[in-house]
């Protein structure tokens, strides 16, 4: 090796060296071909930067996506893209993907899909906590029955505060499946404790099978019921999907089909 290129191998291993210790590993990667490509296309030093610089911002945005999204817990990654609005007409396409922008988060409100089993609901959370993760916010997907029982679980280990500050670092918390099951006075309440602390403080997504009326079936509590009702539905942007579950009726177009 000529004297020349001995020198040029310490200098990028001591730019690599640097890189790892201020912890940018995207210009580490890409310093090299990016000057290479600097000098034939004739760049600036400002302008090399610029693009090294650019390259490591990205890098750490898709990192940090992808930690909100491990984060969030999502049951399945299903984005608003892919869901089918042409085959549950009811749902309003254009009020979904306005709250997919976010600022229901920043103003701390409430969402609440409504309808039957297969129309969507688990969906479209899913799909709100996705764009949010994309927006970098911290989130978390849970079911109702899940919730309680991590909460009774705190309560037997005395960590319900602990627990309880937990929820509320989220900036939007999506629980499904509210009404599924009947709660014992003591789920009942636990639930309440999380749903009334973000109350006009941060923002929830919630998705039941149960109108409003029926609530008191899964909260026999009718003081706690309606406290609840009162908090979830300020302020709220509550969605219907409908009775009629596509899920079901696209099986059936398979099964005609085969």
Not at 34 to 40: D, N, P, S, T, Y
Not at 102 to 129: D, N, W
């Amino acid at each position: 090796m000529s004297a020349k290129n001995q020198s040029a191998a310490l200098e990028q291993a001591s730019v690599r060296q640097y890189c790892k210790a201020v912890r940018t590993p995207a210009i580490a990667a890409n310093f090299l071909s990016l000057a290479e490509q600097a000098v034939k296309e004739n760049h600036s030093h400002t302008r090399y930067l610029e693009a090294l610089l650019a390259l490591e911002c990205e890098e750490r945005d898709r990192h940090a996506i992808e930690n909100r999204i491990r984060d969030a817990q999502l049951p399945r990654l299903k984005t608003l893209e892919e869901f089918d609005f042409a085959q549950a007409p009811q749902i309003p396409a254009a009020k979904i993907r306005e709250l997919a922008e976010g600022g229901y988060i920043e103003r701390s409100e409430p969402v609440v899909l409504i309808g039957e089993c297969g129309t969507g609901k688990s969906h479209l959370a899913t799909g709100l906590c996705l764009a949010a993760c994309r927006q970098k916010r911290r989130v978390r997907f849970v079911t109702a029955a899940a919730l309680v029982n991590e909460m009774v679980e705190a309560k037997q280990n005395n960590q319900v505060r602990r627990v309880m500050a937990k929820w509320q670092r989220y900036e939007l918390i999506a629980i499904d499946e509210v009404g599924y099951v009947p709660l014992a006075d003591v789920g009942a309440e636990f639930l309440f404790q999380v749903i009334s602390e973000r109350a006009e403080r941060a923002a929830l997504i919630l998705t039941t099978n149960l109108p409003f009326s029926e609530w008191t079936t899964v909260f026999p509590n009718p003081r706690l019921c309606k406290a609840l009702l009162d908090r979830v539905t300020d302020k709220a942007h509550i969605i219907e999907t409908g009775t009629e579950s596509f899920r079901f009726r696209r099986t059936m177009e398979r099964r005609k089909k085969s």
